[in-house]
Structures are given as structure tokens and as C-alpha cells.
């Protein structure tokens, strides 16, 4: 879903009108943008740095450091696998690798059909029920291959369609 200028421009005023006042508001813009538009686009970033008085370089910064930042559309279904090391220890590297080659979608990545973007992540908190992901917003624990694909496919049927 490509965002226009023009769109990306007034979803960027209107973010920075909605944080102007708050300190530290470029944070809060960001994610105010990304909440209305699914990710940031390169569009909007001149604009939020004009509106803040901030460079591009600086809001670029910001943008690429933060992982929860998008700079492209995720897919449809967004998958996060914890890598942090309690899960690690109970075998999050093989449900990560085993995720990538069943979604057919690298890590880091969404696949080109639109569907899937399959990411790390470093903690969701359930360390006590690892190997952990969040499969379209929601948290699941003890996971294992089959597990993990059967709650990709359920994502997709609720949003239309099963994600092979």
C-alpha cells in the first residue's frame, strides 16, 4: 500500500499538531504517524523535521534506531519471534529458522506477496513460557513449528485468506 506525498505530508502536520507541545515530541510523532499510516514513509520525514525545527538526519536517526519503526509496510500478518536469551535457550534460533523457511520469508523481511513479515525480537516477557512470538499482535508461549504455523494460518483466516 503505497502512501502518497500528499497524504504522508498531512498525516505528518497532523501528527506534529496532536505532540508540538509535548517535550521530547518526536517520538510520539513517529509513532502517531505509523499508528495512522502502517509505517513511516520517506515522505514524511522532511515534513517532521521542518514542523520540529529538527534536521532530516536527525529524524532519520531516530527512525532507523528503533526497531518498532517502520520505514516500509509490514504484511498483512507480522510475526515476531523473541530471540532474547531465555528463549534462545529453549530453542527460539530453530523456530525462527524453521518460521523463515515454512513462511518463505528471510528474517527481517516481508514476503513479496504482502502477507507475512517475519522479525526478531529481543523480550516479550514471557520468558517463563519461551520459545515466545507475537503472531499478529498477540503473545503465544511454548511454541514449537506446527504451533507457530497454526497460528500464522489463523491470523490470515481473520484478516481473509491462509498464509502459506
Not at 33 to 60: K, M, T
Not at 69 to 85: D, W
Not at 128 to 150: E, I, T
Amino acid at each position: 500500500m503505497a502512501t502518497g506525498v500528499t497524504e504522508a505530508a498531512e498525516v505528518a502536520r497532523a501528527a506534529v499538531a496532536a505532540h508540538r507541545d509535548q517535550r521530547g515530541p518526536l517520538l510520539p510523532v513517529l509513532h502517531a504517524v505509523q499508528e495512522e499510516l502502517g509505517y513511516i514513509p520517506a515522505e514524511a520525514v522532511p515534513v517532521i523535521a521542518a514542523e520540529l525545527n529538527l534536521s532530516r538526519a536527525d529524524v532519520h536517526g531516530v527512525l532507523t534506531f528503533y526497531s518498532d519503526l517502520r520505514t516500509e509496510p509490514a504484511g498483512r500478518v507480522v510475526v515476531q519471534v523473541c530471540r532474547a536469551e531465555a528463549c534462545q535457550s529453549v530453542g527460539a534460533q530453530d523456530l525462527l529458522d524453521g518460521a523463515s523457511a515454512r513462511l518463505a520469508v528471510p528474517v527481517g523481511a516481508t514476503r513479496a506477496d504482502g502477507e507475512v513479515t517475519l522479525e526478531e525480537v529481543f523480550c516479550l516477557g514471557n520468558c517463563a513460557l519461551g520459545p515466545s512470538a507475537l503472531v499478529g499482535g498477540r503473545l503465544a508461549g511454548r511454541l514449537d513449528a506446527d504451533r507457530l504455523a497454526a497460528l500464522v494460518d489463523r491470523a490470515g483466516r481473520a484478516g481473509a485468506g491462509v498464509v502459506r
